[in-house]
């Protein structure tokens, strides 16, 4: 009897509670946003269909409310996206039902906040194409940490996490449809609100384990569990040929153990790591292994140190073959890893000649970007760092169908795109950054490298459907000048937009 009694004020108590989606109202009353594509929910309103009506100001009255209303939109559910028009203004909004004898659903209230990322005057996003397809889709431009639409109006901003501010890297959406960005040697997952919702252990943290900080790519994997690019330091004994004096000098590159009479050197190497969405590293992977077998390990300076610096700047995980392609960009390098074993199956790049620094390459040098297409091939963003008076390149090829063959190109695109030449000169030479993405259709997302300012969509018949460029207003010279980004990525489609918004995340 009891028990039943206690059951029953259960049920009566969830009954009344309020239910997340459709019975919570927001943007929660007087909330600051920092976005103005935003998701409204309401309850309390009757009918079957409803119009959100918003007006820009602070209002009580219907009246005051009726004469400054900016926008009006309809729906058949008790939630709806709309745009309010500007950052750093004040809102009020309230929604009309079908069903209601007064129409009025309350008055509500927000505003958007203002950082000089999305202010206009100071930084923009300049068309220089419109967009001929993917007109709805959003780009990420991680070094003004916005989000704009086709048409270069920005729509969303990284606000401050955990009090940093600075611009983030590889800002990007997820399979999960949250946010991923590396930020202050961390990487971070959030929601389309800003709440953190998973980072990785601190860099001190993880220096004490198998890691030294986190850099160049995050990325959520479809599983669920997190993969980033960490560090690692390593020691490696030198051999009796290295200079006696930079072994006389032990610090930050040598090593020295007294018992034996060895020699280490100190190299940094770069690591994937493998996260559960409790934090637990659950594999890893550093080329320590491949590196020591391979023609690298004899690649040198004068003075007889390892010159094996590789900076790993990128990878791609391929859930269904289980294999790893990670970028060594400082030896022009590509290396197919097999997962969970973590051997290297296959290195594409120029053979290291002793004698030599350079290694030659000639499908592609200092990279970024490497990823996997739809049909199988490996493609990226060619930096072109070794030839001084040639453009970057996009660069898709195909993989051989035996050990020791080197891969096809199969199509690549020159990126001289409108707005390159007036900016910088042919003979500069920019290795940091670029990004590129395959898109439904198979034509090709890309971000140039840093200082060139250009994102930009081109078909595989090489016509450019979309070209914009980031650009910051310089006080000093009264020009625009090119924005630094290190990274773009693109939101390819307003469902999966609408699918941000709505997702809390929150497990």
């Known amino acids: 009897m009891f028990r039943a009694l206690v059951l029953s004020l259960l049920f009566a108590v969830i009954l009344i509670l309020p239910h997340r989606g459709y019975s919570q109202v927001s943007p929660v009353e007087g909330s600051k946003l920092h976005y103005r594509l935003i998701g409204f929910s309401f309850e309390g309103v009757a009918g079957n269909s409803y119009t959100l009506q918003i007006a820009e100001g602070n209002y009580s009255s219907a009246d005051s409310f009726g004469r400054n209303i900016v926008v009006s939109v309809n729906a058949d559910k008790r939630k709806v996206v709309a745009e309010v028009p500007s950052f ?22 927000f505003s958007t906040g203002m950082v000089p990322f999305v202010d206009t005057a100071i ?24 989000l704009y639409d086709m048409s270069g109006k920005p ?32 990487a971070y997952e959030i929601n389309y609100s800003g709440a953190i919702l998973w980072g990785t252990p601190s860099a001190a943290a993880s220096k004490k384990g198998k890691g030294g900080g986190y850099h160049h790519e995050f990325t959520r994997l479809a599983s669920g569990n997190y993969m980033v690019l960490g560090k690692k330091r390593v020691l490696w004994e030198l051999p009796a040929t290295v200079d006696p004096k930079v072994l006389a000098a032990p610090g930050e590159i040598i090593a020295h153990d ?10 940094e190497m770069g690591t994937v790591l493998e996260y559960d969405a409790a934090g637990n590293l659950v594999w890893s992977w550093d080329p320590s292994e491949y590196l020591k ?9 004068a003075e007889g140190l390892f010159d094996i610096d590789v900076h790993e700047n990128s990878f791609s995980f391929d859930e269904v073959s289980k294999t790893l392609l990670v970028s060594l960009r400082d030896v022009s390098r590509v290396l197919k890893v097999k997962y969970p074993e973590g ?4 290195a594409y790049g120029g053979t290291y000649q002793q004698g030599s620094r350079e290694i030659d390459n000639p499908l592609f040098c200092y990279q970024h970007g490497c990823k996997r297409s739809r049909e199988g091939y490996v493609y990226l963003y060619d ?7 040639e453009l970057p390149k996009l660069v898709m090829m195909k993989e051989p169908d035996g050990p020791g063959k080197p891969l096809e190109q199969v199509w690549e695109y020159d990126c001289n795109v409108e707005g390159m030449d007036e900016r910088n000169p042919v003979d500069s030479v920019f290795t940091s950054g ?9 034509s090709v997302f890309a971000s140039m490298s840093v200082l060139y300012g250009n994102v930009f969509i081109v078909g595989r018949d090489k016509r450019v459907l979309w070209n914009a460029i980031s650009e910051r207003w310089n006080p000093t010279e009264k020009k625009w000048k090119v924005g630094a980004n290190y990274r773009a990525s693109i939101v390819v489609t307003r469902k999966e937009l609408e699918e941000m918004i709505w997702n809390d995340g929150r497990r």
Do not use: M
């Not at 009309?96 to 008055?107: C, I, L, P």
């Not at 068309?127 to 990420?140: G, M, N, R, S, T």
């Not at 670029?434 to 198979?442: A, Q, R, S, Y």
């Open 88 to 109: 750093g203004k004040q809102y009020t909004w309230r929604v009309v039902g079908d069903g209601s004898a007064s129409g009025n659903g309350g008055f509500h209230h």
């Open 123 to 146: 930084n923009r996003l300049r068309i220089l194409k419109k967009a001929e397809k993917y007109k709805d889709a959003y780009v990420f431009l991680d070094g003004v940490k916005t």
């Open 155 to 186: 729509v969303w901003y990284l606000p401050d996490i955990k009090g940093v501010g600075t611009p983030p890297r590889d800002l990007k959406i997820s399979p999960q449809k949250t946010i991923t960005f590396l930020l202050d040697n961390r």
């Open 434 to 442: 670029g990004n590129v993405v395959e898109l439904p259709d198979g």
């Open 258 to 267: 007294s018992i034996s009479d060895r020699y280490y050197q100190k190299i």
């Open 343 to 346: 051997t290297v199956v296959r």
């Open 293 to 301: 077998g391979s023609d690298l390990h004899d690649r040198r300076t």
């Open 383 to 389: 930096n072109n760092g070794c030839h001084l008076k």
